[in-house]
């Protein structure tokens, strides 16, 4: 079978962890609160994602679907 959507999951993830890390260095570099307003949102949005993730990972184990 092919795994590719595992590996969709697996950049997704890391493409989201990598995106809260910007966020957080960018509202310690942003200049003005409706900046650091604005990376907040995001990076929560991301860590949601981050959640989802994991979670359709759990699923797909459960599934047999996950090689890893």
């Given amino acids: 079978m092919n795994r590719k959507f595992n590996d969709n999951i697996l950049k997704a993830l890391e493409a989201s962890h990598e995106a809260v890390k910007i966020c957080k260095q960018a509202m310690i570099d942003a ?16 860590e949601k994602h981050i959640e989802m993730l994991k979670g359709e990972i759990e699923l797909h184990k459960v599934q047999k679907k996950w090689d890893g």
Avoid: T
């Fill in 31 to 46: 200049n003005d609160e409706s900046c650091r307003a604005m990376y907040s949102a995001i990076q929560k949005d991301c």
